[in-house]
């Protein structure tokens, strides 16, 4: 059986999460940066800060633009593989609902609101997850490969333990502000980061699995 959408949807989502990758990485690159010019400015090198905000610009400007690019293939991807299977049109709704959850939150000073519409958007980037997960399954079941099926199960296992580690984290550091508070936080975050690197690795396997398998 050839799913020639959904094969196109799958490829256009594996690119986007690869682009995503790589600009988290420029990301955590460019807080690198931040911390070097901090680091030259106090020292009083001039020459250090200037190289460091160099830096600073052409991986932010990276991470941006590759953001953006991701954005729009996942968009693309998720659109082209709903044509085979309908259950990818769920994903495009929950972009839709997690770009409103995003701008009025960004209304928001108040701290435990903004952590409020934080763990609401990440909720709903579990759910997009979880859709686009569940839609290739269900590809790997009209094709009859069980392989990708199991696979697929095992990553939203992972998933969900990831989030909601995740978003008991930062209900902690948002309620509890003292010592403590930060410290218990600190731990699920680091457990949340282990998991979360893991979970992305395994789901980046299983999309290209999943590419491979309808190709």
Do not use: H, W
Not at 146 to 169: E, F, R, S
Not at 180 to 203: C, E, N, T
């Amino acid at each position: 059986m050839k799913l020639e959408n959904a094969y196109q949807g799958v490829k256009k989502i594996f690119t986007a999460e690869i682009l995503a990758l790589i600009a988290t990485i420029c990301s955590t690159i460019v807080l690198l940066f931040t911390v070097t010019t901090i680091a030259s400015v106090n020292a009083k090198s001039a020459a250090g800060a200037a190289a460091s905000l160099g830096g600073l610009t052409i991986f932010g400007l990276a991470a941006g633009v590759l953001a953006i690019i991701g954005f729009i293939f996942q968009i693309l991807g998720i659109n082209a593989a709903s044509k085979d299977e309908p259950s990818f049109k769920t994903a495009l709704y929950l972009i839709i609902a997690g770009i409103i959850v995003a701008v009025v939150g960004a209304f928001f000073n108040n701290q435990i609101v903004k952590t409020v519409f934080t763990a609401a958007s990440d909720i709903i980037s579990l759910f997009i997850t979880i859709t686009i997960i569940n839609g290739v399954c269900k590809l790997a079941e009209r094709v009859g490969n069980t392989d990708v099926q199991q696979k697929g199960v095992n990553i939203l296992k992972l998933i969900i333990a990831m989030y909601v580690i995740i978003i008991i984290a930062r209900i902690i550091s948002a309620i509890f502000t003292g010592t403590g508070g930060a410290a218990v936080a600190g731990v699920f975050i680091v457990i949340a980061g282990v998991i979360s690197i893991v979970q992305y690795v395994l789901y980046l396997m299983f999309l290209k699995k999943g590419r491979d398998m309808l190709a």
